[in-house]
């Protein structure tokens, strides 16, 4: 099949079922990239959603752009972009007058109510694979340590979570740049010893 028809349909998809704003409608991006159509591996669409969420913006928008531009280029993102939000546009436009109308209605109220155990679901179903990478990434005791800090900060401080993101990202680059400069020392090391035997 035509890369732009798989990412209209696939991009298509996740902006008319995305029930509950940017952050559930990841899981439904990453099946689609993922699973469904393999444009890249878990791992990636991991580094992909951590980048996508140190930029201002929806985070389906920017997730949308990067897996489009990677697929296709820019009009790959062009068409990934526009799959993704004018199916929800026209959507939106059309049953916000009928929702509006019978807002009060115990149907509307229901399909509210129904739908958020799944949107739960799918937001913990994504934390429980962020915190497998964490895992296989850090090990226990740091990730531990990371979740409360982040816990501490976001929620009991107040910071917001921006900042916060901001701050382990500048401390990630400068402990693998340390990293870097430690393996290279060593290395300088290792031929000077080869040199001198």
């Known amino acids: 099949m035509n890369p732009y028809v798989e990412l209209s349909i696939g991009f298509a998809r996740t902006g008319l079922t995305g029930f509950g704003g ?9 099946y689609e990239v993922v699973k469904k159509y393999k444009w890249m591996t878990e791992e990636e669409f991991g580094d992909v959603l951590a980048l996508a969420n140190t ?45 509006y109308a019978y807002r009060h209605s115990p149907i509307v109220g229901g399909m509210v109510l129904g739908v958020t155990p799944v949107i739960g679901f799918m937001l913990a179903e994504m934390a429980y694979g962020f915190y497998k990478k964490g895992h296989k990434g850090l090990g226990l005791s740091k990730m531990i340590i ?13 910071l917001h979570p921006g900042i916060l993101i901001a701050a382990f990202l500048l401390s990630a680059f400068f402990i693998a740049r340390r990293k870097k400069k430690a393996a290279k020392t060593a290395e300088v090391i290792i031929e000077r010893k080869e040199k001198s035997l």
């Open 55 to 99: 930029l201002p913006g929806p985070i389906a928008t920017k997730m949308a752009a990067y897996i489009g531009y990677k697929v296709k280029g820019s009009l790959g993102a062009t068409v990934a972009i526009l799959a993704h939000i004018l199916p929800s546009i026209i959507a939106l436009i059309g049953l916000l007058g009928v929702l």
């Open 22 to 30: 940017g952050p559930s409608t990841i899981p439904l991006i990453e």
């Open 146 to 158: 990371f979740t409360v800090i982040s816990f501490v900060t976001m929620q009991i401080i107040g």
